[in-house]
Each structure stands twice: as C-alpha cells, then as structure tokens.
C-alpha cells in the first residue's frame, strides 16, 4: 500500500509533496489498469501487460483466425461434395438405364422401327446428361468444372459435346498436407478428352542464343543451376565465373568469354581464338588455340558448369564441344530450330467423322514461325482440337475435345507430309495397333492347334485373305510381333505377298501372282491402311478367315474401293476418340438408329466401362466427404481447445478484479488522508519551535 514513510515526516516541504504526489500517481495508475480490465473484460490488453502471455494470445488468434478460414472452406467443401455425390448418383442410375437399353436391344426379338423409337430415349439420355454435366451446385460452383468451376464446363456444338473446363478440381485446405479437390476435372467418364494422340518423335530442337536456360534439360539431365563455377588454362591458375543473373544460353556465354578475356590479359596467355563462344545446334562451342587446354569445375558443391556440359572433357583445338544441353520445346521454340523441318510448313488436314460423314479443315501453316504460332493456327479452326507440347518437352501432342465425332490428322495428298515431320500424323508409321479402335488395339489368332492332332497348325493362324481383280488371292498370317505399330504391320503384309508369289497360286483356276501386282501401305493424304494393285478387272476383297477379328479391327472389310488409284483404302481405325459417357451414348444412339446390332453390342461394353469409371469418380467423392467430415471434427477441437486456452491466458478474474479495485481505492483514500496531514497543509518545524 502506498503511505508516507514515518522517517519522512519532518523534511522540506517540497520533498513531502512530491512523495505524495507520486504516491497517487502509482495507485491511479494501477486503478485504472483494472478498471480497463473490468471495462474489456481482459487481463491482458497490451503488449506491455504481459509480454509472454500476449505473445501466446496473439499466436492463438492466428491459429483461430486460420481455423475459421478452414471451418468456412470445409462447409464449402462439404455441401459441393454433397451436391456432387447427388449428381453422380443420377449419373450412375443413367449409365445403368443405358446399358440396360442397350443389352434389351441387342435381342434378336427387336426390329428396326422398334430401335428407332428406343434412340428418341437415349437421345434424352444425352441431353439429360448434359443439363447434369453444367448443374451449379452450392455458392455457384459447376461441380464438373474441375480447376475452373465457375465456368460452364460443357458446351454443345454443331459435332457433339465439347468439354472446356481444365485441371483436375478445385483445392481446398484442410490443413498442412492435406488438400483435396471438390469438384471433378476431366479425368472421369463425364468430362474427359481424348489423350490418344501423344506423338514419339523427338522433335528435339537446336540450341540457339535466345535459349532460355530455363528450358535446358543441362548436361545431366536435371536442368540447369546458375551459380558460380572456376576454369584455368594448362597449368595456369583458376579463376572463377558467375552466371546467376544470365536468362538466355547468349547471357551465359557472354559472361563466360568476358571472363576468359579477363583471364588472358591477367595472366599473359592467349586461350581463345577469334570466334569465341558460340552456341551451336547441341551444346556450347569454344574456339581453342592450338596447344591451349580449357578446364572447367564446379565449386562449393555446384553444379553449373556440369549443367552447361562444360565438365566432361576439356576443351582444346580437337575437341571443342560441351555436352547436348537437350532444349525443351516451349510456345516460343522457332520452327527453323527444330532439324528436318523445312520452311514455310505445308498444310495438314483434321477430319472429323460421325458416322458417314466428315467435317474437314485444311490447315496451312505457311505463316507459322513457332511452335505457339503453329497451336493458334490449329486450335483456330474451332472444330475442338487442342494442341500442346508434351510433358517431357520432346514432342507436340493433339486432343480431341469432342465427345462424338472422331478425329484424323492427316496429310494433304502431294503435299509435304507435314503432319508427319511434325509428328501430330493420327496414323503415321510409328502409330501403335493398340492405340487402334479407341484404344482396344489389333486382334489377331496365334498358337492356332489342331483339334485332331492336338499340334501347332499354322493354317488356323491366318487373319484375313485378300483377294485381286483377277481373282487370285493370298492369305495373311499377323504374329504378336507384327502388330506393334503399323510400320511391321504393312511389312508383314507385303511379305505374306511376297512368299504368295513364291508358291503355288492359291486359287488355280485365277492367273498366278506378281511381284508387281500387289502392295500394302501408308498414303500421303487420307489415313488408312491402303491396298494397292496393279491388276485391272475389278476390286480388292479382304474376307476373314478363322473368325480372325483382325481384318475388321484394321478396317479392311469396310474400305473404300478406288477405281482409278487401284486402292482399298481402309476405314481409319486410329482416329482419336474421346473416352467418356457422351461417346458411349451417341454410339448406342447411332447403332439404334442404323439397326447395327453389332455396334449396339459394342456401346453395352463401353457403357460398363463407363459404369465402372463413373462408381470410380463416386467411390472417390465418397472417400473425399468422409475426410472434410473428419476434417471438421478435428478443427472443431483445436478450436474449443485453442479458445479455452486463450480464455484463461487472457480473460478476466472478475471477482479477483473487484477485490483489487476496492483495495486499491481504499489505498488511495488513504494516501491522500497522509499526505493531507503530514504534507504542505499539515505541521511544521516551526510548530515544534513554537
């Protein structure tokens, strides 16, 4: 309690009232700390209260300020996964309708007119699944909107259903490592577009100056790390470099050479001849006197100069090269960078076929200068074809974003085989058998066996028999090994020509083969596998044999006979193809409609397929609800538990509160009672004097 010390009592007058003074002053400032506390209802209102206890509040209100940003997601999270869960199960029941149509209608019993009636309703199928596919669900989210939900995801065009939302969900936080999307990108029955068409060849373009370092793949693979790395002459001392601030292969070389310079005026040696450095079509080029020796090393554990391939080796008049610093391809990549191709590009072709008819668009590519110049010309046709550079920056890649139609990249007949060089051909060479008919590939007979002799029998291993104008034919044997791409393909049905020609006519009574007379191969215009003949007298025939599916599987029984070119252009069954429920409807749809009992058989299977990816994408949903129900569980007691701990550390005693207050009233009555009495006002020396 604040009173005036006995052994103050006789001192100035001065010195008396400044004790008392200060005295007050103390316990006013003390009562009104508590009354603030009583009037906030907190202990601790400044940093200066309790330094320890406000930074613990102050952490606890981060933590709770984060904790209510989560609680307001997961609520978000939880009614669109709801509302998702919902669709999906509409979805489901559909796909299970569909199916169920499409296996009735497979029955024998069914007639055309009843199939056609049967195709009004998978015909609302569609449109219902497409009012699904673009529902907004809560707060206005499409929830098959994947990266991009507030924007409509489905669009209906002229071909089809084009899907145009990206990226696999929305992300939501529901704590450190641990986010998970909310609503469903492409990867799904639903919304998906075709990714056949990821070209293998290497486009793999030159080094140039304006190479950014960012899109080098380095020496070893790994990219390149800018940094600071040293070199020395024979014999000569080190000196270092440092590229951290180059952007381009140019930065980086210049500030190599100025280096170098520097180093051949230091030290009186003459490395580097006229041309410097330069950039050639692979790595970086030294221009090394005679007798010279350049060694370079990475330094305090970098790795630039191994990055730039300038370790492997070093440098001298023979061998003047770094190692393939591996461009990537980018949007800004010159065409005049990547080798074999000639400018200007020529024209290509993108077909898109429904049933019998084609939608075609001729693309020149004449005024293309790079490669985002070469994707704005293809993606301008807006018949929904994307391009893109692949993932490992090697090679471009062309997607069909239209479920229905199928498409075909094609050369233009006469032209340069565009397409081709480029490697975005749909059906080129290279193109693998089991990326035919959307993905099911190639089926051939093999390990054929006499059921008589229970031996291998050759004989039940051939496919298919083509048959001439003349009417002499030969038979084709495809092996596993033939079916890898179209290139052993076509091979291997040139050689089951040849070794036809080497033996006794198959048919007698027709004129024997020659070597001239037959060819099977790839056309520089419209895709398929063509059957050429020199014979005249009427068309080429291909029939199976075996129950062999392969002729059908390459489209050869449906091919189409051309008099003039003496071909049998087969049906193009690499078209891309997309891969979801919106294709699977309009195939059965198609099938009802033409009475193809055949492809109404092949929509069922699609359709179980489809089944299966849509309970997929549901069992997923379902695994992602449960975590934000967990989720909310845990943040709810972190923060009743946070809340609770803040409330001790900073609410206040009341009644505690109170009692100091009344104390330290009665502290200050008194205080002032003293100084009254004892200060200016009370008595003095004169008073004992007296």
Do not use: K
């Amino acid at each position: 309690m604040a009173i005036l010390p006995a052994n103050v009592a006789r001192v100035p007058n001065l010195l008396n009232s400044q004790l008392a003074t200060s005295a007050i002053a103390r316990t006013n400032v003390r009562l009104l700390e508590v009354q603030i506390q009583l009037s906030t209802g907190r202990q601790v209102n400044r940093m200066s209260d309790d330094p320890i206890r406000a930074a613990a509040i102050a952490n606890l209100d981060r933590r709770l300020e984060t904790a209510g940003q989560r609680t307001t997601n997961l609520a978000t999270a939880d009614s669109v996964l709801g509302f998702l869960d919902g669709e999906l199960n509409s979805v489901t029941a559909l796909v299970r309708d569909a199916r169920a149509v499409a296996l009735q209608e497979v029955n024998i019993t069914a007639d055309a007119a009843s199939r056609r009636q049967v195709a009004a309703t998978v015909d609302e199928m569609l449109r219902s699944l497409a009012a699904t596919a673009n529902r907004q669900g809560p707060n206005g989210l499409y929830a098959f909107g994947g990266s991009q939900p507030t924007s409509q995801p489905l669009e209906q065009t002229t071909l089809g259903y084009r899907y145009r939302a990206r990226g696999a969900g929305l992300i939501t936080d529901l704590g450190p490592g641990n986010r998970i999307p909310i609503t469903i990108g492409g990867d799904n029955a639903i919304g998906e577009t075709s990714a056949r068409l990821r070209s293998t060849l290497d486009l793999n373009p030159s080094l140039t100056p304006d190479t950014r370092i960012a899109d080098l793949r380095g020496g070893r693979g790994l990219g390149v790390s800018t940094g600071t790395f040293s070199f020395s002459s024979a014999g000569g001392p080190a000196a270092t470099i440092s590229i951290g601030d180059a952007q381009t292969v140019q930065d980086a070389l210049d500030r190599i050479e100025i280096a170098i310079r520097q180093y051949e005026t230091d030290n009186g040696v003459t490395i580097l001849g006229p041309g410097g450095l330069a950039a050639t079509s692979s790595g970086i080029s030294f221009d090394i006197v005679a007798g010279e020796t350049l060694t370079f090393t990475d330094i305090n554990a970098g790795s630039a100069a191994a990055d730039l391939g300038l370790t492997a080796a070093p440098f001298t008049s023979a061998h003047t090269t770094g190692a393939d610093l591996a461009p990537r391809l980018t949007l800004n990549t010159p065409l005049s960078a990547i080798p074999g191709l000639t400018l200007p590009l020529g024209s290509i072709r993108l077909r898109m076929t429904t049933g019998g008819s084609s939608t075609i668009r001729d693309v020149n590519l004449a005024t293309a200068q790079t490669i985002g110049d070469l994707r704005s010309l293809i993606e301008s046709t807006n018949i929904g074809v994307r391009m893109q550079i692949s993932e490992n920056g090697r090679s471009l890649a062309v997607f069909n974003e239209v479920a229905g139609p199928r498409l075909s990249v094609e050369e233009i007949a006469g032209g340069a085989n565009t397409a081709s060089l480029l490697g975005i051909r749909s059906m080129d060479l290279s193109t693998p058998l089991a990326d035919f008919n959307d993905g099911r590939g190639v089926r051939v007979n093999t390990g054929g066996v006499d059921p008589a002799t229970g031996l291998p029998d050759p004989a039940l291993d051939v496919d298919f028999r083509v048959t001439l104008g003349n009417g002499q034919a030969f038979d084709v044997n495809l092996r596993p090994q033939d079916t890898a791409t179209v290139q052993p393909l076509l091979a291997r049905i040139n050689s089951e020509f040849a070794t036809a020609v080497a033996n006794p006519p198959v048919i007698p009574s027709a004129p024997a083969l020659n070597a001239t007379d037959f060819q099977a191969v790839l056309t520089d215009g419209t895709n398929g596998i063509a059957l050429t003949t020199a014979v005249t007298g009427g068309a080429i025939t291909v029939d199976n044999r075996n129950n062999s599916a392969a002729a059908q599987d390459l489209g050869l029984l449906n091919g189409t006979w051309n008099a003039a070119a003496g071909m049998l252009l087969a049906e193009d069954r690499a078209a891309i193809r997309v891969n979801n429920l919106f294709s699977d409807l309009i195939d059965l749809r198609d099938a009802l409609l033409r009475n193809d009992v055949s492809g109404i058989s092949a929509a069922a299977e699609s359709l179980q397929n489809s089944d299966q990816r849509v309970s997929s994408a549901h069992a997923m949903v379902g695994s992602y609800a449960q975590q934000v129900t967990r989720a909310q569980g845990l943040l709810e007691d972190q923060r009743t538990l946070d809340t609770r701990v803040r409330s001790e550390l900073q609410d206040l005693d009341f009644a505690e509160a109170a009692t100091r207050l009344s104390l330290l009233q009665t502290q200050l009555q008194a205080t002032m009672t003293t100084a009254g009495r004892f200060g200016a006002g009370g008595r003095t020396l004169l008073d004992f004097l007296g």
